[in-house]
């Protein structure tokens, strides 16, 4: 047996998040890593630096500081109202990562991502409110830490450290290798390399589709392989493939916009599945219905999420009001669900500029340059104190083509069917029936109680001070125009973004065989083992749990390979002793 001084190095596909971290851990250990990826240096840290930056913490010193009263008892509660597990050998890993993940969030996200030198914002946001059900669907509290920097911050506290390695000659980097097969010795079962072709050089910005012109090959032998490539969220006819007709029919929906980059094609679970991985959930993603054509796309088919507060008014294309508890920010499986049994793929939101300025945040680390920069006079001008919203905000409402922007309702509703005349089988609305609507809406907010559900979750969730002062826009009336004009129609698409499932793992991210069997040397982590074990979120996300999933995963991976690593090394030593 080798010692660990003439041992291969550890092999990482993938340099999003979830291996940053794995190889953050690595060389915590001087444990030799090559990290490869069929991106350029640009694309480092993969989906993360794109991202909000919001993980999911339980018990946190900023929920504690806000008054939230949140316990292990009740996230795990909430976590298991939403997965909804419910296969007995697909689901076996998965709870327990589910269970490990939130003991994790409860006991040490909050001190490992600080320790790595990364911040929180002060507020703490609330996602997922829920399906109105003590034991459904949704966080009962906030529990969405956006991180003060977003996404590129998430991704610079590992990436430094990794680099820094890198100087070191512990971690080595080898961009523009796009792997093709995990190469497995035959006679022990154990992943010991891989193969795959080079690609052309490409100085492309972030994000930006990159060339596939091949320009070589390789083959790399190392001790132990892990994946941590991502998902398939860029690659849309994979999604219409895996779509689940029979859970969110009746049919695959025919258009969606593109919330990751294109490289994000899941080729690498594949891959993993044809070396003898076990891939299971495939038919778990998490998508969302609240998706924007990026008037400045980077990625082709580039779509924007909106983050929505709960006072919009949601129709679906024909101008039926959404049912309860459908509402902005409540419950996204459950809605896409009903907007797929409409038989069309997109819906509308109909605001005022009061909403959109109080309301309407966006996906994604460029969408928020205030918090990005971390700016606080940015901060403060543009979502305390600004009656338009932020700046990105109003380019989307200026420049987006699902945008209409009207004096009065009846002129609204006219701007609302020219924007959708070209769509193919798309329904014009009827006036009529979308005043009827309206009023029907707007009657229920004359005082500060009322029967309408969604009116109740706007004076309800005004409760937490911190929505109430930046968040949650005070309740009124629709066609109050003069005060809250001018009225605002979005048609909200859906929009790609996450795989829930993926290739199995245990609580190591060793990856699992169809037997149950660990297949030696071979690992997982992030989006591509569905963020642990092939499916930590069951059927549904509570929100900041992305990140934090690939935080976990990779931190595993990371500390299972060391682990060894270093065992191996240390008895080969012995043994020449």
């Known amino acids: 047996m080798a010692s660990s001084a003439d041992k291969k190095p550890i092999i990482i596909i993938g340099a999003g998040l979830a291996g940053l971290v794995a190889a953050f851990e690595l060389s915590q ?55 909804r597990f419910d296969r007995d050998k697909e689901d076996y890993w998965p709870r327990k990562w589910a269970e490990a993940f939130v003991n994790f969030a409860t006991d040490e996200m909050e001190s490992y991502v600080k320790a790595r030198g990364l911040g929180f914002m002060m507020n703490v946001g609330w996602a997922e409110r829920g399906d109105g059900r003590a034991d459904g669907h949704g966080n009962s509290v906030p529990r ?25 000659g512990i971690v080595e980097f080898k961009h523009r290798h796009m792997v093709d097969e995990v190469i497995v010795d ?44 991502g998902g398939i969220g860029g690659n849309v006819e994979k999604v219409k493939a895996c779509w689940p007709v029979q859970r969110l029919g009746p049919s695959v929906p025919k258009n969606f916009v593109v919330g990751v980059p294109a490289h994000v094609d899941g080729r690498m679970i594949d891959i993993a599945e044809t070396a003898g991985a076990n891939v299971i959930n495939r038919d778990r993603m998490w ?27 949601w129709l679906d294309a024909t101008g039926k009001r959404l049912p309860p508890f459908l509402f902005p920010g409540c419950d996204t499986l459950a809605t896409l669900k009903h907007i797929c049994s409409t038989g069309y793929d997109y819906t509308w939101f109909i605001a005022d500029q009061t909403i959109v300025a109080r309301e309407f945040a966006l996906s994604g680390s460029e969408q928020n340059p205030d918090v990005t920069s971390k700016s606080i006079w940015q901060l403060l001008t543009q979502r305390i104190f600004s009656s338009k919203g932020t700046v990105p905000v109003q380019n989307f409402v200026k420049h987006g083509v699902d945008f209409v922007v009207r004096d009065n309702l009846e002129d609204l509703v006219k701007g609302m069917n020219e924007l959708i005349s070209t769509v193919p089988g798309a329904p014009q609305l009827d006036f009529a029936q979308i005043l009827e609507v309206v009023e029907t809406r707007d009657g229920q907010f004359d005082n500060t109680y009322s029967k309408d559900a969604q009116a109740m979750l706007i004076h309800s969730a005004r409760t937490y001070w911190p929505d109430r002062r ?45 037997d149950g069997s660990a297949f030696p040397g071979l690992y997982a982590a992030g989006e591509a083992a569905g963020f642990g074990g092939g499916g930590v979120h069951g059927y549904s996300s509570l929100e900041g749990t992305f990140l934090g999933g690939c935080i ?26």
Not at 59 to 64: G, H
Not at 145 to 166: L, S
């Open 29 to 83: 250990q001087n444990v030799p890593t090559i990290i490869l990826d069929q991106e350029n240096a640009a694309n480092l840290g993969g989906q993360a630096f794109w991202s909000l930056g919001g993980l999911f913490c339980v018990d946190s010193s900023e929920q504690r500081r806000m008054g939230i009263k949140d316990s292990r008892q009740l996230a795990m509660r909430d976590w298991f109202g939403s997965a």
């Open 144 to 168: 969405f830490h956006v991180t003060w920097g977003t996404g590129p911050e998430v991704v610079r506290v590992f990436a430094e450290p990794v680099k820094e390695a890198e100087k070191k």
């Open 186 to 229: 035959e006679k022990t079962g154990r992943a010991v390399g891989v193969k795959g072709r080079v690609l052309e050089a490409d100085e492309s910005p972030r994000g930006v589709k990159s060339s596939r012109t091949v320009v070589g090959e390789f083959e790399i032998y190392g001790s132990a392989v892990l994946v941590s490539s």
């Open 287 to 313: 998508h969302y219905t609240e998706g924007l054509a990026n008037w400045d796309p980077i990625w082709p088919g580039h779509g924007i999420r909106v983050l929505p507060a709960p006072s919009s008014l």
């Open 470 to 514: 930046s968040r949650i826009a005070p309740p009124h009336r629709l066609l109050d125009v003069k005060n809250h004009g001018p009225l605002i129609a979005v048609r909200m698409n859906l929009l790609t973004r996450k795989t829930l499932g993926g290739i199995e793992t245990n609580l190591d991210s060793n990856v699992m065989r169809a």
């Open 552 to 577: 976990f995963s990779g931190r595993a991976a990371g500390r299972a390979m060391a682990k060894e690593y270093l065992a191996d090394g240390a008895a080969g030593q012995s043994e020449a002793n």
